[in-house]
């Protein structure tokens, strides 16, 4: 992967760019989406954030490297704290971290973000603490997608501030429009995790020690909601 060839999962989250957008993409890593973005046309001007100087140094040599500095600007700093008034953000991808640690920068930035921005998040896992978020600040999922890639399931949840918006407890579990959708991956993803938590189960009624009932009981909650996708 490079600034012109992005994996597969980064090609689906710059799909979901708006053409003309102005990027702030946080934890960007070596730079490479909002490069390969410039590059392409799709958006005007970007900021690459990173909160660690080895990334950090990677993506300002990715932007020096093709001559976008004038572009992209690349700031230390921790999540949100990224972004500046002066910037004008309409987009911000957050990629390749905890769906937990993306809630966590969304909540710590809540100042910096206007409410007109469109959220593009990949998360590794936690989608729904980060569902849950975006529905308590009144943010409407537009677009979710799920794909495979090196053996594993990822995510991408498009979202846009038009509250107040109102998901049950499996839309968030799921997905909205994943639960509409279900899609081959879809469904592969959660046979996959089916045979997970089944196991997970198996592993409480062996201990040795306790397992705190509530969290036996969310288990089977979840292998039921599963099961009854799946049937």
């Known amino acids: 992967m490079n600034e012109q060839t992005l994996s597969m999962r980064l090609e689906r989250v710059a799909e ?3 053409t003309g957008a102005r990027l702030a993409d946080i934890g960007s890593d070596h730079g490479y989406l909002p490069v390969a ?7 005007t001007a970007a900021v690459a954030g990173e ?6 140094r990677a993506a300002e040599g990715t932007v020096r490297e093709s001559g976008l500095e004038e572009q992209v600007t690349v700031r230390l700093a921790n999540g949100l704290a990224a972004i500046e008034p002066a910037d004008g953000v309409t987009a911000i991808s957050l990629c390749g971290m905890g769906g937990e640690t993306i809630r966590d920068i969304l909540d710590d930035g809540k100042a910096r973000l206007s409410g007109r921005e469109r959220l593009i998040l990949q998360p ?5 603490p980060l569902r849950q978020w975006l529905m308590d600040h009144g943010y409407r999922i537009l677009h979710e997608d799920v ?3 090196n053996r594993f399931y990822y995510e991408i949840i498009v979202a846009e501030r038009d509250g107040p ?10 997905g909205p429009l994943q639960l509409q959708a279900r899609s081959p991956v879809f469904l592969a993803k959660w046979q996959r995790m ?12 062996r201990a040795q020690q306790a397992v705190p009932e509530a969290k036996t009981q969310e288990i089977a909650r ?3 909601w599963i099961s009854e996708l799946l049937a």
């Open 194 to 205: 089916l045979r997970l938590k089944q196991k997970t189960l198996a592993n409480f009624a």
């Open 124 to 128: 590794n896992g936690g989608e729904q």
């Open 147 to 149: 794909l495979r890639e």
């Open 165 to 174: 918006v109102k998901y049950s407890a499996e839309e968030l579990y799921f």
């Open 51 to 56: 909160v660690a100087l080895t990334p950090f």
């Open 16 to 18: 979901q760019v708006p």
């Open 37 to 43: 973005l410039i590059n392409r046309g799709v958006i």
């Open 222 to 224: 979840q292998v039921r």
